[in-house]
T-cell receptor, first 114, second 114 residues
Framework: DGGITQSPKYLFRKEGQNVTLSCEQNLNHDAMYWYRQDPGQGLRLIYYSQIVNDFQKGDIAEGYSVSREKKESFPLTVTSAQKNPTAFYLC?????????????FGDGTRLSIL | AQKITQTQPGMFVQEKEAVTLDCTYD???????LFWYKQPSSGEMIFLIY??????QNATEGRYSLNFQKARKSANLVISASQLGDSAMYFC???????????FGSGTKLNVKP
């Protein structure tokens, strides 16, 4: 079955540590996205990529970094510069970054500070 | 700037009754799409229904329908014959036709009572 796989499901970060969240898709989608969701809130865009080897900052990119070396993969690194990383992180993809298509989401990663 | 507003933080509905979840949006772009997503407590985002700004008829998908009132800039979700499994968070989202960046509302938590 085609879909989006996020791992791990739960992640704990120590102070001063960088952690990387994995997102893989086998939908052959060009565009991929990372969102952050805080309790009781909507989704906020961190980074997005419309094509391989290209990505743009979203609304809350500070303290995060991404790479897009392969079409299938869009990992998110939460750096030590992100002072409040505890949240639910969702990865999504869409056919492309231009047309009016729904985004498909993974199951998410819950990140907490130790 | 684009904005999505969901004014109902939480709602209750009796099983088998219909319920309307409100969504208003703001954009100056004439070409846009409106989406509804369901987020169960497990966290994944499930695409429910889509309405394009140029669509003449209201969208329907099974028990879901979208009451699209373009002049009022509203895109309310109607769920008919509510089921216990409909209990979840519901998010309204908007994207522009030429750029698949999603703008999400803050969500409505629906509780279906037996």
């Amino acid at each position: 079955d085609g879909g989006i796989t996020q791992s791990p499901k739960y992640l704990f970060r120590k102070e001063g540590q960088n952690v990387t969240l994995s997102c893989e898709q086998n939908l052959n989608h060009d565009a991929m996205y990372w969102y952050r969701q805080d309790p009781g809130q909507g989704l906020r865009l961190i980074y997005y990529s419309q094509i391989v080897n290209d990505f743009q900052k979203g609304d809350i990119a500070e303290g995060y970094s991404v790479s897009r070396e392969k079409k299938e993969s869009f990992p998110l690194t939460v750096t030590s510069a992100q002072k409040n990383p505890t949240a639910f992180y969702l990865c999504a993809s869409s056919i492309d970054g231009y047309s009016n298509q729904p985004q498909h989401f993974g199951d998410g990663t819950r990140l907490s500070i130790l | 700037a684009q904005k999505i507003t969901q004014t109902q933080p939480g709602m209750f509905v009796q099983e088998k009754e219909a319920v309307t979840l409100d969504c208003t949006y703001d954009t100056s772009d004439p070409s846009y799409g409106l989406f509804w997503y369901k987020q169960p407590s497990s966290g994944e985002m499930i695409f429910l229904i889509y309405q394009g700004s140029y669509d003449q008829q209201n969208a329907t998908e099974g028990r879901y329908s979208l009451n699209f009132q373009k002049a009022r800039k509203s895109a309310n979700l109607v769920i008919s014959a509510s089921q216990l499994g409909d209990s979840a968070m519901y998010f309204c989202a908007m994207t522009l036709y030429n750029f698949n960046k999603f703008y999400f509302g803050s969500g409505t938590k629906l509780n279906v009572k037996p």
